[in-house]
């Protein structure tokens, strides 16, 4: 199958969708105000990046680098699980991942990821706000998915530009809000979080309304709002609430993206029907669409008890569907405008606990990016023989971040103003990208 | 540091506030609202702008009684005062002298008390209480940071017990919050903007809760700390010491090393016995001679200091009635970053302080100027925020919105005769059942209202299903169409519906004649899902 003959349902949605991704001037802008007051993201010579799209593959609670990416078997904190040879000559990978281990060589491993805190909220909330953010104080930042949703969006986009998949409910208080905020970037990028489902709630139609009715409402209370705000329009705030209302009805004319049963069956056989595999699967069809960030958290990773036994139930789940995600998108042409992330709060400690559990862990752990501006098979740095510590090419999650910005096309010492006027950069000053895996 | 140093820095911080006591400002005995007035109209005249005109009675009705008592006026309520030209004077008195007052406070000092900090407890019982017998502030603060004689049953001292686990969130916290000074850079380097807020400062507050421990849910002070030391930027070791913001130090006695040493073992053993023995015993561990914190509270509320304390609340209530502080942001109040009615920050920090920190008396002062009640309309480009030439328009905060519903929802709650206290049971009937709207997220600075928000209320069937419900049995015993879309309008919005809205709505409800109570609904779902309701105008 090429991407010529990528198979569809036959809809005429998909050709509004496909002229929305290629960059036409359909339908409206909504959401717009705190964009603007920012600079449109695409200036000229920044449209070498329009299609670029980002999916982060968050393993919440931390999956463990022992029984993933860098298994150290026979030795005291190895565990049971063996390794096996990959694609990548001198690379071993855990068995419990043979699907990946056969298509490695299109991927880069980062072994030597390094992170200071290991709390789930601290050190995720330092993570997506760019990677240990100490130098902003406690200026809050836009999270990473929202940061990258609008860098990447298209205007006049008929799809969302952020949507947060979870299929498990984040167990820590204030809840996952707490990770993704988009502040001074505007509410356009907020994540449309879609919790232990496929799609969002209130995209469909209410039995109790016709459509013409829904319309009519919508717009009898446009013609209602527009005497009040004709004189407060450039309020950010007041602009917000009609453009969110103006995106209702693009989000209900985009339900069907969220119907995988659209998909052939050997395609949804292939992610296999775990909810995580299902919501990958939506993921695929919202980037083909143009959504440029989708974030898809598999929980819950955190093994401080029978870690062996979580692992060896989800990582074969990982290995499938991550395996059936690059091949899709490769399949699609997606891949080489498309980087597929894993990333977690954090890693899992060599030690092996009394329950036969791995702890929290920052000193040495897994992560890595496949597809867009990676350069394939590269496995960067490397941890001692016991795993307790990086051997080779240490790299921070600020290095991490950096690198992630430039294989999409985004200069990555870009600055933004935080409302008080003080700068920020998208990474911390003097931060470098891991060169190594840039293509 | 040597005293003439101390004071120069405390100027500095504190804005010169020092010297500028001797200015001409307006006499004490003047009317707040006045006074406001007086200061604004100076400087727009000053900037040649003409500040927007009036709003209308009926938005300035609807306005107080979202600021005072954080709903909207109920349809009667709305018509009542439109039968004659406002007496804001009157109105103010009635909506602070009401418990919704107490209740709508609680909610927003919750709120700002928090400081977006995930660690901080609510402690809207302690509040809903202070507020019902208007405890002066300095109160309230020494009740907060654990610094009062008479414990509370309501507990405001978990406001530091819940923070106690991360410190430096705690000294960020109490110094934004009560001192309108985030010193949080301090803590790693000098201030980029206040060369003379050093890493003692943030080191020098942190060590007033050095003491503080949490033991079986009490919180106490041990006797003997070590204070320790802190790393600058260049490595050098700086010996940690008490200090207030203004540069004010403390000095503790002291043991020697060794001894100390010793004596804070002997502590921790005895804290450990106790605990043990404590599902019996229910007996606390000594109080030490020192209170670390009460000493915090005397420093801070003394004469040389508490101007700063009393700036920090006047600026913050500011910011809430009109949308911007008079000097922004409010955590950053410090001498470099000038307020943009500096005379008038000062008279109002005096009017406080002389007035025993009644904050009911500055709340109703704030809101009976002009300034407040002008439109929030302007064509074309507003002028600078900081003029106050135009009303802000706010978001209703979750609570605002969630008892604005409820009420506009059931229209024949109130009667126009209802007795007080007829008025203030129902109103609490209306609370309980109030429910909670998730969906409606708390405003913080440049807030945007998300997708979720009208997803929710334009699709989803369980609040379809509510909205209106009660309104609409009601509105069908009026006699006409007009009638209904009048009560409706009023219900709702808090006025009469225009000529323009009437028409509109009548030809709406007309195309749906086969089927008007969905008519009906929909008119309804237009009105609460207009702007005009969700923010305060």
Known sequence: ?439 | MTTHRALLVAALILGSTLSAQAQGLLPPDRPIGEVIDHYIDAKLAQAKVKPAPPAPDTTVVRRLFLDLNGRIPAGVEAKLAAKQPLDNKKLIAMLVASPGFARHNANEFDVMLRNSNADAPSLRPYLVEAFQENRPWDVMFRDLIGASETPSKTKPEAFVLKRLKDADALTRDVSSIFFGLNITCAQCHRHPEIKDLTQDYFFGMKAFFTSSYDFQGNLLERQYVKLGDFKDKKGDTHKVSMMFLSGTKVEMDTLPEKELFAAIQAEAKLIQEKTKAYAKSKELPPLPKFKARKRLADIALDEANREMFARSIVNRLWFRFYGHGLVMRVDQMHAENKASHAELLQWLARDLIAHKYDLKRLIAGLVSSRAYARSSEWQGTPPAKELFAVAPTRPLTPAQWGMSYHIANQPDIFKADDPIEVRQKKLADVEKGAGTFAFIEQPFDDFQVGIDEPLKLSNDEGVLKAMGSKLIPVLKKLPDMRQRIHEATWAVLSRPATAAEQTLFDSYLEERKDRPDEGLRQVFWALFNSPEFRFNH
């Open chain 1, 1 to 439: 199958m090429n991407k010529q003959q990528a198979p569809t349902c036959g809809s005429s949605e998909h050709d509004l969708h496909r002229r929305a991704f290629l960059g036409g001037t359909l339908g409206l802008v909504g959401g717009l105000a705190g964009l603007d007051a920012l600079g449109s993201p695409l200036l000229a010579g920044e449209v070498q990046r329009r299609h670029k799209r980002v999916i982060l593959l968050w393993m919440a609670g931390g999956l463990s680098q022992f029984e993933s990416w860098d298994p150290k078997p026979g030795r005291r904190t190895g565990g049971p699980f063996q390794a096996i040879q990959t694609s990548v000559p001198g690379y071993r990978m855990s068995e419990l991942m043979p699907r990946m281990a056969a298509r490695i060589h299109k991927t880069a491993v980062i072994r030597s990821f390094t992170s200071p805190n290991t709390g789930h909220t601290g050190a995720s909330v330092f993570a997506l706000m760019s990677g240990d953010r100490r130098d902003t104080g406690n200026v809050r930042t836009p999270s990473l998915g929202c940061l990258l949703g609008r860098e990447l969006s298209q205007p006049n986009s008929l799809v969302p530009d952020h949507v947060s998949f979870w299929n498990a409910t984040w167990p820590y208080s204030g809840g996952d809000k707490q990770l993704d905020f988009a502040l001074f970037l505007g509410s356009r990028y907020e994540p449309i979080n879609i919790a232990s489902r496929l799609a969002p709630d209130g995209i469909r139609l209410p039995g109790s309304l016709t459509d013409a009715d829904h319309r009519a409402r919508e717009a009898l209370r446009q013609q209602l709002a527009a005497r009040f705000q004709a004189n407060r329009n450039s309020d950010a705030t007041v602009a917000s609430h009609g453009g969110s209302y103006q995106r209702v009805r693009g989000m209900m004319d985009n339900a069907g993206l969220f119907d995988i049963s659209r998909e052939p069956q050997q395609v949804r056989d292939r992610y296999g029907h775990s909810l995580f595999g299902q919501q990958a699967l939506v993921a695929r069809r919202l980037v083909e669409a143009g959504v440029p960030f989708v974030r898809l958290t598999d929980g819950w990773w955190d093994s401080h008890g029978e870690n062996f036994e979580i692992h060896a139930s989800k990582v074969p789940t990982l290995d499938q569907v991550m395996s059936a995600l690059l091949e899709d998108l490769e399949q699609r042409g997606l891949i080489d405008d498309t980087l597929v992330i894993t990333f977690a709060e954090m890693g899992r400690t060599p030690q092996i606990n009394a329950q036969r559990g791995r702890d929290h862990w920052g000193a040495c752990w897994s992560v890595t990016l496949t597809g867009c501006g990676i350069r394939p098979g590269v496995i960067h740095g490397s941890t001692n023989a016991d795993g307790t510590g990086v051997a080779t090419d240490r790299v921070t999650a600020a290095g991490f971040f950096a690198t992630i910005f430039r294989a999409v096309g985004i200069d990555h010492q870009k600055e933004y103003a935080a409302p008080d006027g003080r700068p920020i950069r998208l990474t911390p000053y003097n931060t470098e990208p891991v060169s190594a895996v840039l293509a």
